[in-house]
């Protein structure tokens, strides 16, 4: 039997409240409707999902297997339905994310040449999000940063870059040609659980200054609350007096990749990666900064 993604939404915003009478709130449905959902759910899937005792509802093994697999296949139906909305405008159109401090601009002129009739958007994500706006449709290409949830995804590795360190201007190390990671030691971390910033070894859950993206963590480093560590291309992106970056060679680099909904199949999409690849090739030869000065033009050149 089919499995019914109403029912399956129903499923998930109890198993995410624990509660049917808040989940039918949320839902805006009445309650014994809800339940009687619920039941016929697991009457199509063969096994309880949930449980109620005393205490609440309790997810079964198998309400838990369920519950990991909805997320994935209701945002693969969301973005089904907003390609289906976009083609019925009778207009073609790609969405691209991308995280702070990677350069975009030669992918998509590159693309424009081979499909001047496709409108190109750009979007900045976050860490957190970069799985979940693919996933949903919310974007249809996602430069993204390692490591992210790779589940319902094609992830295609693109370049790596060498990750600094963010000093305060004032620092005692901030003159250095470069430094070890042994050499911050000790030091007060401004940090966020993107693990793509974090040394390698991680900081206590309570030490230093949790903060999200880069403008906040470059606010907290210039106060002296802390440092930080970035990929290299923040030296170009976010150059500003009161902090300064220094190289650290011995941590691992970062790795930026290009991904999509593995659902999403489409030779538009194709193109994109294939022009983003050609960039990649010149972001090695020559860094983020010089990449984008030639831009679309070097793409050409390249490939």
């Known amino acids: 039997m089919d499995l019914d993604l109403r029912k399956l939404r129903y499923f998930v915003a109890v198993a995410d409240k624990l509660h049917f009478g808040r989940a039918a709130d949320e839902l805006h449905i009445a309650q014994p409707v809800l339940s009687r959902q619920i039941r ?42 907003r390609r289906v909305t976009v083609a019925a405008r009778g207009s073609q159109r790609l969405m691209v994310g991308f995280r702070a401090g990677i350069a975009v601009t030669p992918a998509v002129r590159q693309f424009a040449t081979w499909h001047p009739s496709v409108i190109v958007d750009v979007q900045r994500i976050e860490w957190d999000d970069q799985a979940t706006m693919l996933l949903d449709g919310r974007i249809d290409v996602g430069y993204v940063r390692l490591p992210i949830d790779e589940a319902g995804l094609r992830v295609t590795p693109l370049y790596t870059e060498p990750r600094v360190a963010v000093l305060p201007v004032s620092h005692r190390l901030a003159g250095k040609e ?8 000790g030091e007060p971390l401004v940090w966020h659980a993107d693990t ?54 011995d941590l691992a680099p970062d790795q930026v990749c290009l991904a999509v909904a593995a ?39 390249h490939g």
Not at 59 to 79: E, I, K, M, V, Y
Request: charged fraction near 20%; glycine fraction near 8%; aromatic fraction near 6%.
């Open 196 to 249: 793509s910033t974090q040394p390698t070894r991680r900081p206590h859950p309570n030490a230093g200054y949790l903060v999200r993206g880069v403008d906040e963590t470059l606010e907290h480093v210039a106060a002296g609350r802390g440092i930080s560590f970035l990929a290299r291309s923040a030296t170009v992106f976010y150059s500003r007096p009161d902090v300064v970056y220094v190289p650290v060679p």
């Open 178 to 185: 470069q430094i070890t990671e042994a050499d911050l030691a």
């Open 40 to 81: 016929a759910l697991e009457q199509d899937l063969g096994t309880p999902l949930l449980t109620r005792d005393s205490h609440g509802v309790v997810l079964t093994d198998a309400g838990r297997q369920l519950l990991t697999d909805a997320g994935p296949l209701l945002a693969s139906a969301h973005a089904a339905r």
């Open 263 to 301: 659902s999403h199949i489409s030779p538009v999409v194709d193109d994109f990666f294939t022009a983003a690849q050609a960039a990649a090739e010149i972001t090695a030869e020559c860094g983020n900064y010089e990449m984008w000065q030639l831009g679309g033009d070097a793409v050409s050149k």
